[in-house]
């Protein structure tokens, strides 16, 4: 494996800091690097609230579900969908832009997600570890308030971004097997349950064996309570307040 392989296949999530400053410099350098990440068009459909103000992490903490690691870490990331700029740029060329479409929506988001990838990656090659929030989507409309989002663009998650406390680096955690993720030419569905049965064994092992909040439970237990309620529906009537839509 060469060294981009290895620290991928290093990854897990960080929940516990070093109390170690982030230095802006080495945000801006992950930040910077970040932006290389391919996005749709050009068009940038993100923005990065950087947040490092104790009492600012302490009201986003509360309002992503009372998450410490949030207020514990130095630095905390906030990545929004942002079509703001291609409206500021339709008006400014006298265009009326159609951003109220689900295409725009999914661009925005896979955008997003690709710069942030790529800023979690980074910042892991720098010695830096980090965990994404999607609590950040649990009051969406008092976090917009908060970090003053304007018109089209949204908050997607937070990332908390720190030095790891060494002491309390956690196991990875498996996933799924490759042949449940690749499909060789067309979707191979009846396999699917083989490969989750599979799966649960590992996974069982290990939530029963991790050094910190042990319990016995298998992936498609854990997964299937997920949605056994709807989530978030604040969600559609927060967007469509943003200008976005599902037309
Ligand atoms: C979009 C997204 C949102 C997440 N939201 C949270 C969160 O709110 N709180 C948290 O502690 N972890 C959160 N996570 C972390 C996941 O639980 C974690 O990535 C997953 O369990 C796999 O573990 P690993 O990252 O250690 O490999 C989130 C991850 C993603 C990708």
């Known amino acids: 494996m060469n060294d981009v392989l290895k620290l991928m296949s290093n990854h897990r999530s960080i929940r516990k800091y070093e109390a170690k400053e982030v230095s802006n410099e080495s945000i801006e350098n992950i930040i910077t690097a970040a932006q290389w990440a391919s996005t749709s068009s050009n068009i940038q459909a993100y923005s990065i609230i ?3 103000d104790r009492v600012r992490k302490e009201q986003l903490a509360e309002l992503c579900g009372k998450q410490q690691h949030v207020v514990d870490c130095p630095v905390f990331l906030v990545f929004c969908g942002d079509l703001n700029r291609i409206n500021i740029s339709s008006k400014m060329e006298n265009v009326e832009p159609h951003l109220d479409t689900v295409e725009p929506f999914i661009v925005a988001s896979v955008d997003t997600a690709l710069i942030a990838q790529n800023v979690m990656l980074a910042a892991e090659s720098i010695g830096l570890g980090g965990v994404y929030i999607g609590g950040i989507r ?3 409309n008092e976090v917009s308030e908060l970090l003053k989002l304007p018109d ?12 790891p406390d060494n002491e309390k680096v956690p196991e990875q955690k498996p996933r799924l097997p490759l042949k449940a993720i690749v499909h060789e030419e067309a979707y191979e569905n009846e396999h699917q349950e083989n490969n989750i049965s599979e799966y649960n064994q590992v996974m069982k092992h290990y939530y029963e064996t991790r050094s910190s909040s042990t319990r016995s439970e298998t992936w498609s ?3 299937s ?7 978030r529906q604040h969600l559609r009537g927060f967007l469509e307040s943003k200008r976005f839509g599902f037309k």
């Open 225 to 231: 309570k997920i949605y056994q309620a709807p989530k």
């Open 152 to 163: 089209y663009v949204y908050p997607i998650f937070g990332m908390c971004l720190g030095y």
């Open 50 to 52: 950087k947040v490092k």
């Open 221 to 223: 237990e854990y997964v």
């Open 138 to 140: 649990n009051n969406s």
